[in-house]
């Protein structure tokens, strides 16, 4: 029996949360095989990130090309990048798979580190997202790559990146701290369409890899075939339900609950 397989380029997360873990465990609870290809060795706990190291690009360009040539490759969900001159890889591989592609822009950690240095947030901006199918950045991280000051509406945000030529923006609210009583605001910018608007019930803990499990699902859902408006519904639905099941491995923020 063969199977499509979803192929998961993000950093390693050694407590597990966040990550090539959490894409692979978000891909698998949709019933998704997954190929998985490390962009960066992190030292990280459930409360932050210390340092991240780069996978060498020659090292990755062979990983790539060894699975090209021997599995169906349906989709890809792209997370944490080490440094511009992955950008300029998987911007390659993009154009050469031509399958769906799902970003999720990791600029930042949630205990505050930066992993994006100007370099990469350009590049990201400027190579990545007028290839991919889909963005799903928070708010925080969408004003960043729009250039937009940090007080800025999160729907200027997901306009202005639909301008920039990313054709779907799925800006994410669950960071946003403002009002910690309200829902959270999950936003779809796309071409051509108005907005759709999700609110979800904001639950009382801080989360770790909920981005990742959410941008994940999206693209798994895509691999079986799901048309993007059900698999971005499908995919918050469902990672809503993992967050409701969260679970503490360290004194951090908590794990959300795949299984």
Not at 10 to 18: E, F, N, V
Not at 161 to 177: F, K, S
Not at 197 to 214: D, I, K, Q, S
Not at 231 to 243: N, R, V
């Amino acid at each position: 029996m063969s199977r499509p397989a979803l192929l998961c380029l993000s950093g390693h997360d050694p407590t597990g949360g966040a990550g090539v873990q959490a894409d692979i465990e978000a891909a698998g609870a949709q019933g998704v095989a997954s190929l998985s290809v490390i962009t960066a060795l992190t030292v990280q706990d459930s409360r932050n990130v210390s340092a991240v190291h780069p996978v060498d690009v020659a090292l990755i360009e062979r990983q790539l090309q060894t699975l090209a040539n021997d599995a169906r490759i349906v989709a890809i969900k792209i997370g944490l990048l080490g440094d511009a001159a992955q950008v300029a890889l998987v911007a390659g591989w993009i154009d050469r798979l031509r399958v769906p592609v799902v970003l999720d822009p990791v600029l930042r950690a949630g205990g505050g580190t930066e992993l994006a240095g100007e370099a990469l947030q350009s590049a990201i901006a400027r190579e990545l997202l007028p290839r991919v199918t889909l963005a799903t950045p928070n708010a925080a991280e969408a004003r960043r790559l729009a250039g937009l000051p940090v007080d800025a509406a999160a729907d200027r945000a997901g306009v202005a990146l639909l301008t920039a030529g990313c054709p779907n923006v799925l800006v994410t609210g669950g960071d946003e701290t403002s009002d910690a009583t309200a829902s959270v605001i999950n936003t779809w910018h796309r071409l051509g369409g108005a907005p759709m608007v999700y609110a979800w019930p904001r639950l009382a803990e801080t989360f770790h890899g909920a981005g990742c499990t959410l941008a994940a699902a999206i693209a798994a859902r895509l691999v079986l075939g799901e048309p993007l408006e059900l698999a971005i519904h499908t995919a918050q639905k469902w990672t809503q339900e993992t967050l409701a099941r969260a679970f503490a491995i360290g004194r951090g923020r908590r794990i959300p609950g795949r299984h």
